[in-house]
Structures are given as structure tokens and as C-alpha cells.
């Protein structure tokens, strides 16, 4: 599975954005993203990477870090094989590189470490001024 993470950029303390990666396979088989965990996580210069959001396969259960909580809004959508993060409220400790994961998952269990997903983006870099 190959994701392509986009959408991040500069902006100001209290402005919004909106990431979105793109799930595709390498292979000609069509690829569907149902059975799939996904996740949202970023890492800032000098610190471990850390889990922002997380989604489930099938029924889209949520779940966020306590410090993106009411700030920040995760989805998917099925058809289009994406996975989005609303960011609002944008804080400068929000700026970090923001990657996107997924991982192919028997239960609607969400995944929030990073060492249990197999397949990452290249990264996104949301930089946040005060």
C-alpha cells in the first residue's frame, strides 16, 4: 500500500488546515481501503513521533490525542480511498511533520502506536507562527 500525504503549509495560530493522504497499491488490483486502519501522526524536531488521530476500518470509530481534542477531526472516504485531518484552532506546538499511516486490521480496534502500522507516508510539514 503507497500513501501520498499532502495539504500541509504555513500558517498562523488560529488558522485551520486540512491534510489528506491517498491510499493506492502498486499493483494493478483494486485496492480497498475498508479493511484498513488508519491513523494521523506527527513528529516535531527533536521528539519521538507521536499519534495524533486514528480511524477504524469498517465503521470509522475515532480517536484522538488529548492535545488535538475539539481541534482536530479525522475521516475517511471509502469510495476515494482517503483518510483527512481537519486541523482548527492551529497552535505553534502543533508544528511538526504530520504522516499518514495504514494497516491492514481484523477488529475495529483503533491503532495509536507507531510500530503496528505497516504502511507510512512521506510526511507533511504544518508550520504554525504565533
Known amino acids: 500500500v503507497q500513501l501520498q500525504a499532502s495539504g500541509g503549509g504555513l500558517v498562523q495560530a488560529g488558522d485551520s488546515l486540512r491534510l489528506s493522504c491517498a491510499a493506492a497499491?502498486?499493483?494493478?488490483?483494486?485496492?480497498?481501503?475498508?479493511?484498513?486502519?488508519m491513523g494521523w501522526f506527527r513528529q516535531a524536531p527533536g521528539k519521538e513521533r507521536e499519534f495524533v488521530a486514528g480511524?477504524?476500518?469498517?465503521?470509522?470509530?475515532?480517536q484522538y490525542a488529548d492535545s488535538v481534542k475539539g481541534r482536530f477531526t479525522i475521516s475517511r472516504d471509502y469510495a476515494k480511498n482517503t483518510v483527512s485531518l481537519q486541523m482548527n484552532s492551529l497552535k505553534p506546538e502543533d508544528t511538526a511533520v504530520y504522516y499518514c499511516?495504514?494497516?491492514?486490521?481484523?477488529?475495529?480496534?483503533?491503532?495509536?502506536?507507531?510500530?503496528?502500522?505497516?504502511?507510512w507516508g512521506q510526511g507533511t510539514l504544518v508550520t504554525v507562527s504565533s
Open positions: 499511516a495504514a494497516s491492514w486490521s481484523a477488529t475495529v480496534k483503533i491503532i495509536t502506536t507507531p510500530d503496528q502500522y505497516t504502511n
Open positions: 480511524i477504524s476500518r469498517s465503521v470509522s470509530i475515532t
Open positions: 497499491t502498486s499493483s494493478r488490483r483494486t485496492f480497498n481501503s475498508n479493511n484498513y486502519s
